[in-house]
């Protein structure tokens, strides 16, 4: 069987909006989607089985909450859905072994752009070994496409770029490919964002590129992207693709990027069980203060 997308549900708006946004790239991958909603059971609570009987069946409106809302959204994919015991971390992880890509909601935070994630969603992003996406409550399917020529918002018009933050002292192909498949998909086109500072002159040798100007050092830096860019064009021949190299902190560069973006792609470093779950600063900010759906994609 193909690997679904799983989208996590707990009767809130941000992950009913979730599930609406995983059926649309459920449909655009041709996948079967997976509605998860995990409940709590402790074998020693109070009232035993009553409880847990009542759980269940909160579980179950849940469900059928998100289903009404994914029939509406994208009637033709094929959905089914699974109950399983929490801790919600825990049973998420366990369960997004087996996506293609996991969904889950945050809260936007109002009056700003961005993320407010909670523990569950942060500590999926933290440990995940496939990718996630975090979508927040108010997303809206016309929120990936461009304004119609009169303005106003529509499903009909073209996709919004795709952004993809590229680290070139540390390119991955996973993180690379998941961006390219995601600009295909979407017939939207990719914009490949790197940024670059100055590095100390103390330590370089000569001929090293901290010791050539500024203008020099940025077509060095592109020369370098488009390197590694190379091999995933001729892979994806009809992707247009675009590639920006700044000047400056790679937070801020992305932000800039993803502002009117469809899907911002960045990258996790998997890490070691003695180093911890780190999500790393710039995917922290990323997935705090972008306005668009971020998918959070682990590599080695």
């Given amino acids: 069987m193909l690997p679904p997308v799983i989208a996590g549900v707990d009767g809130s708006a941000e992950s009913l909006a979730a599930a609406e946004w995983a059926a649309h790239e459920a449909a655009r991958r041709d996948l079967p989607l997976r509605l998860t909603h995990v409940w709590n059971w402790h074998p020693r609570q109070e009232h035993g089985e009553p409880v847990t009987a009542a759980q269940r069946h909160q579980a179950r409106r849940v469900l059928r909450q998100a289903e009404e809302r994914v029939r509406s959204a994208a009637p033709d994919v094929h959905l089914y859905d699974e109950q ?28 700003f752009t961005g993320f407010l994630m909670g523990s569950v969603a942060q500590g999926v992003v933290a440990r995940a070994t496939r990718p996630v996406v975090l979508v927040r409550a ?50 939207a086109r990719l914009r490949v964002v790197h940024a670059w500072q100055p590095p100390s002159p103390l330590g370089l040798g000569p001929g090293e590129i901290g010791l050539v100007n500024g203008p020099q050092r940025a077509e060095e830096w592109h020369g370098f992207l488009s390197a590694v860019l190379q091999v995933w064009l001729d892979k994806y021949p009809g992707v247009e693709v675009t590639e920006t190299v ?3 902190r790679a937070r801020s560069a992305l932000l800039r990027a993803a502002s009117g ?28 203060h972008v306005g668009c759906p971020v998918a959070v994609v682990p590599h080695e």
């Fill in 84 to 111: 399983v015991e929490g801790p919600a971390t825990a049973a998420l992880l366990k369960t997004a072994q087996e996506a293609e890509l996991m969904v889950l909601g945050s809260r936007g935070l109002s009056g």
């Fill in 138 to 187: 108010d997303e809206e399917a016309s929120d990936e496409h461009l304004p119609a020529d009169d303005g106003a918002t529509s499903t009909r018009t073209g996709h919004r770029d795709v952004v993809l933050g590229v680290d070139l002292g540390d390119p991955c192909d996973a993180v690379i490919e998941f961006a390219f498949e995601a600009a295909r998909l979407r017939g």
């Fill in 246 to 248: 700044t000047e400056g």
């Fill in 261 to 288: 973006a469809s899907l911002l792609v960045v990258g996790r470093h998997l890490t070691d069980r003695s180093v911890g779950p780190r999500i790393g600063p710039v995917t922290h900010t990323a997935i705090h």
